[in-house]
């Protein structure tokens, strides 16, 4: 018997079909009320899912900028012909690039300059673009065989030069092609510490520079699947010592910027859809209220809870469908607005064609949700009494909901928002926090609505004013809305906030990653009785001396008692970081971007002969594998130092400040030969011309470093994060809004009723407005409060573990959004009492 | 003209041995709990229903007779005692198998007609038919409808009908199905007596053509004496069974 079978088992029935559709004829005006929740919440979830794909590979391809291809493999020894051959089997295209320190001399005036060469096989860069003056000259050497130099505006500056004129780089005298206005990545952070000059290979090959003595670095540029590669070298070139970057490698530049970016999204898409299902709850449950006497007689004729519940499963999941396919409509439609608007106000390449698969998924996952919330006001017809129709009372004779069906839906529900998480985040464990949260704000909501029900039960007096005893008796009498709007408005607030919370921690923290104080000329190679002077000069020229540092160079030579040789044996430690020069400093205090995370240093060092703390950098103690108290030694220009790790510190990179993988304290290394390096910061916009010309006038040997066209791409892709994060936060301020606004209305009918009969017993419209009023601002403020409280705990524990920022809420903005649901509330009840005022009869009727 | 008996007698009077039980109440009693407090609305009832006949049972507002009428049809269920209906002890069901007896066994018109108000006049005569899983019952909608006099109103809503049609239908429906036993309630309580008469007429004459048997509940004594038998309630008790002429 079907009647036997759950009520999932019924919709193969087709007469539920039948009735579903029959149900639904006079209430369709209403179902398609109703269905704008949904289509607000689904058409948010695509919109926001799809700008999010879209916005993650926009960035992704900016990140790849900042590297210029997918995977860079550097080399000290040139790349064998038949390796290359190899790799670019696995490789979709190849570039590549050789790169050295060499002197560039203008014959004309007879001056030379210490320079960085790169010179360039094949195309590239694969990401991002080289800007010329004139145009196209890049391509002119790299892909059309023009022998030529483009050098920085500043080394002409500096030697009164133009384009046009003849240098000399080894035995070639080559020509001044043009100015380089937008510079590649550099192969290496501040590798070289010198200006750039970028030749073709054929005419580094002719300047003879690329003898064995020439200390050269060798990089293959891939463009294809980085990791694919990656797999492929680790595998078949095991022995090279070879280093490879990616893209991901660069995001250091970034700071967290990306991924809080990632996380926000992630935020925003669940909040943007759990906002919608509220709205699906309620206004399901709203029809579900006008159909109890449908149902009972139903139940009276004969039919089952199962087959009744089925007929509005249906009516549901249709609505449901609907709605999915609309808000899937809409969700594309807003997005290409937003895509169109942020190219038209930008020049940025964001989006390209629609991500069918993303809005399938979205869509999908909507549709889930929307249905699985349905089930919740779903159990109650089930427990509808028949007897309801023999009774003339508005109320539904309902039969507790059995505790295991009332836990299978809340079992379903959970498992569908957490199913929701995962979707969004692809982070279990963050899923599981989300969705525990979520439940948690839940039972709070629940808990203070039966608070709320008993207190005005309870504490109510005769003496108070009648319309203050009504609105107030409503708040727990029968027919009461007491639960449901605590738990629709306040978890809706309670979201919402934590988005604006969210914004404001992401555009907090990448604001000050991205500060406007931080260095962008480094000036290098200053010897220690040249500092002064350098200082005396940036003061001369109005510009600020940010930072003073000695840099001493220096080589691993054993950790923990083992010898780098052995150690690169052993293959346990990167080869890079065995081999590298290290470029350390000493100095008593640190700078803000660094900060020690375990152990102690002490800024002086008067130990002795005893080893010498040094404060080492996470990662890099992390690849030696070392901490507190182990011993290493650093081979300092021929003379050991038998050193400890004394601390550990975190590096923020994403600042430009000068920072060391190895800090020393004073009183080591103050004999050692080394230079200095400056830092001081132009103005966004101004040229380094006029320093760099002034130095090379008065110093001659030092060089300058502009980082103003690396910041600008920086501060380009943080700025773009922050516009999507602005158009996304907003849009789903409005849909939740707008689903928020939805569910006061879907409870409009108990109260119109009410307010139509008080009107027809001779109440006058002040003292019906007055009792709404008391009602609506009670629940509004309570409601305010109770998703306000939530939500702040939920900023601290972002801002603590996820952002690690400032874990005070912005108190105007919680101010704020307790008076806004409190006005939304008195304003949606003033309006029901408004038409039931001016129409008592109809308010009665249509109830 | 009606004749009075005490209640053992015409039980065993009425009650032919030949005749099957259709209804069957066996010392009912029902109480409801509300805060603090107790109300018995039922107390000790007992009575026997027959195929094909008529009763009816009338009382003052709060006597018990809504109450009795959803122990009768499995809506509620008794603290003491026991119902049979058509044949089958309620007590033993569960809330599915109760509904297809209800579906299979009974028919219901309420005093407010209680219409499904999306569905046309045709589409709720139909339903009691399309709950037995019977999808032709269209045909046979359409004729009793004819036969009420409805014959032309069949996709009317019931917003579209005035409540003499809408009862009319509500009677249609009750009785498309064969039922074995009709429960009406109030089925003249929201009439005028000029839309009423044909409304009583219509009844007897489907209770007599079809052989279903008639349980009526009302105020209405003149309705009342029509059944073959009244049974009178008052504070929740059988006090009176009159056997009618």
């Not at chain 1, 957490?418 to 963050?430: C, E, I, M, P, V």
């Not at chain 1, 220009?637 to 993988?661: A, K, P, T, Y």
């Amino acid at each position: 018997m079907l009647e036997r079978m759950n009520w999932i088992a019924q919709l193969t029935n087709s007469w539920v079909w039948v009735m579903a559709w029959r149900d639904s004829r006079r209430e369709r005006g209403r179902l398609a009320l109703f269905a704008v929740s949904m289509v607000i919440g689904i058409s948010a979830m695509t919109a926001i899912h799809t700008l999010k794909e879209d916005a993650e590979a926009a960035i992704a391809n900016q990140e790849k900028a900042l590297l210029g291809s997918d995977l860079q493999i550097s080399s000290r020894q040139p790349f064998e012909v038949d390796s290359v051959q190899q790799i670019a089997v696995v490789a979709d295209a190849i570039a590549s690039e050789t790169g050295l320190a060499s002197m560039l001399q203008f014959p004309r005036t007879g001056d030379a300059r210490l320079v960085q060469v790169r010179a360039f096989e094949g195309r590239f860069p694969f990401y991002g673009a080289v800007e010329t003056d004139p145009a196209n000259r890049w391509q002119a050497i790299t892909q059309e065989g023009a022998m030529g130099v483009l050098v920085e505006q500043a080394l002409l500056d500096q030697f009164g030069a133009e384009i046009g004129e003849t240098v000399r780089l080894g035995e070639l005298e080559v020509e001044v092609i043009g100015i380089i206005r937008k510079p590649l990545p550099r192969s290496g952070r501040f590798s070289g510490f010198a200006p750039e000059v970028y030749v073709p290979m054929e005419a580094l090959r002719s300047s003879g520079l690329l003898g064995a003595t020439v200390l050269a670095t060798h990089h293959l540029h891939i463009l294809g699947d980085g990791e694919a590669v990656k797999a492929f070298l680790d595998s078949q070139f095991a022995d090279e010592s070879w280093r490879t970057e990616t893209p991901e490698s660069r995001r250091e530049t970034l700071g967290d910027a990306v991924e809080n970016f990632r996380q926000f999204l992630s935020l925003l898409a669940m909040s943007a859809l759990v906002l919608g299902a509220i709205g699906v709850a309620s206004a399901i449950h709203a029809h579900l209220k006008r159909r109890v006497q449908s149902v009972a007689i139903l139940r009276c004729l004969g039919a089952s809870g199962n087959l009744a519940s089925a007929i509005y499963l249906v009516q549901s999941a249709v609505l449901g469908l609907v709605a999915a396919f609309a808000g899937t409509v809409v969700g594309v439609g807003l997005r290409q607005v937003v895509l169109w608007q942020l190219r038209t106000r930008t020049d940025w390449e964001i989006g390209a064609g629609i991500p069918w698969d993303v809005v399938l998924q979205a869509s999908l996952a909507g549709l889930g949700v929307c249905v699985a919330f349905a089930l919740l006001p779903l159990l109650r017809v089930r427990k509808i009494l028949p007897i309801t129709a023999l009774r003339q009372s508005t109320q539904a004779e309902v039969k507790s909901t059995g505790r295991l069906a009332t836990f299978g839906v809340l079992l379903i529900l959970t498992a569908s928002v957490f199913g929701l998480a995962w979707f969004n985040t692809s982070d279990a464990l963050r899923a599981l926090i989300m969705t525990g949260g979520l439940i948690v704000v839940f039972a709070f909501l629940w808990a203070v609505s039966r608070l709320l029900v008993w207190a005005t039960r309870h504490f109510t007096s005769a003496s108070w004013p009648y319309p203050l005893r009504q609105g107030l008796s409503n708040l727990h009498r029968p027919n009461n809305q007491t639960l449901l709007f605590l738990l629709s408005i306040g978890l809706g607030t309670f979201l919402l906030l934590t988005i604006l919370f969210g914004r404001n921690l992401i555009v907090e923290r990448t604001s000050t990653a991205n500060t406007e104080d931080g260095p962008s000329i480094y000036l290098v190679d200053v010897q220690a009785g040249q500092v002064d002077g350098v200082v005396d000069l940036l003061e001369e020229l109005d510009l600020p001396t940010l930072e003073s540092a000695s840099m001493i160079t220096m080589r691993l030579e054993s950790v923990k008692g083992r010898s780098t040789t052995e150690l690169m044996e052993e293959g346990a430690v990167p080869r890079w970081v065995l081999q590298r020069e290290f470029r350390s400093t000493y100095r008593e205090t640190l700078n803000a971007t660094e900060k020690i995370v375990s152990g102690n240093w002490p800024p002086v060092w008067s130990g002795g002969s005893g080893p010498v703390p040094v404060s080492l950098e996470a990662d890099l103690a992390a690849d030696l594998s070392v901490s507190i108290g182990d011993a290493f030694s650093m081979n300092v220009q021929g003379r050991v130092i038998e050193c400890v790790v004394g601390s550990i510190r975190e590096i923020d990179w994403s600042r430009f400040n000068l920072n060391f993988f190895m800090l020393f304290p004073n009183g080591v290394l103050e004999g050692a030969p080394g230079f200095h390096v400056v830092t001081s910061r132009l103005d966004e916009g101004d040229s380094s011309g006029a320093l760099q010309s002034r130095i090379a006038e008065v110093f001659p040997g030092i060089s300058v470093i502009d980082l103003a066209l690396l910041l600008e791409t920086v501060r380009t892709i943080i700025g773009r994060i922050l516009m999507v994060v602005g158009v996304l936060s907003g849009f789903s301020l409005a849909a939740g809004l707008l689903v928020l606004i939805g569910t006061l209305w879907n409870g409009r009918d108990a109260r119109q009723q009410e307010a139509g009969l008080l009107r027809v017993l001779g109440a006058s419209r002040a003292q019906i407005q007055s009792i709404l009023t008391v009602e609506y601002a009670a629940l509004g403020i309570l409601a305010g409060l109770a998703g306000a409280l939530p939500a702040i705990a939920a900023n601290l524990a972002m801002a603590v573990f996820i952002f690690k920022a400032s874990p005070w809420p912005s108190l105007p903005l919680v101010g704020a959004a307790i008076v806004l649901c409190a006005v939304a509330s008195i304003l949606a009840g003033l309006a029901i009492g408004q038409g039931a005022s001016n129409a008592p009869a109809d308010a009665i009727r249509s109830s | 003209m009606n004749s009075s008996a005490n209640i053992s007698s015409t039980s065993a009077s009425v009650q032919s041995a030949t005749t099957a039980l259709v209804l069957k109440l066996s010392k009912v009693t029902k109480t409801y709990h509300t805060a603090g407090h107790s109300l018995t609305v039922l107390n000790d009832v007992s009575f026997e229903v027959g195929a094909g006949q008529t009763c009816a049972i009338v009382g003052p507002s709060g006597s018990g007779k809504t109450t009795l009428l959803g122990l009768s049809v499995g809506l509620d269920d008794p603290d003491t005692g026991a119902v049979h209906l058509a044949g089958q002890e309620l007590g033993e069901m569960n809330e599915d198998q109760r509904a297809a007896l209800r579906r299979d066994e009974v028919g219901f018109v309420f005093q407010n007609f209680q219409l499904m108000p999306t569905l046309t006049a045709l589409e709720n005569v139909m339903i009691p038919l399309e709950l037995r899983g019977d999808r032709s019952g269209a045909k046979a909608a359409a004729e009793l409808l004819g036969k009420v006099g409805l014959g032309d109103r069949t996709r009317h809503y019931p917003s579209q009908l005035s409540g003499g049609e809408q009862q009319r239908v509500a009677l249609a429906r009750a009785f498309i199905h064969e039922p074995a036993i009709l429960f009406a309630d109030e089925p003249t309580g929201n009439l005028d007596r000029e839309t009423s008469e044909p409304i009583v007429e219509m009844l007897f004459d489907l209770n007599k053509h079809h052989g279903t048997a008639l349980v009526l509940v009302t105020h209405d004594d003149e309705l009342a004496s029509r059944a073959q038998r009244t049974i009178r309630m008052r504070a929740g008790r059988v006090v009176e069974e009159i056997v009618n002429a």
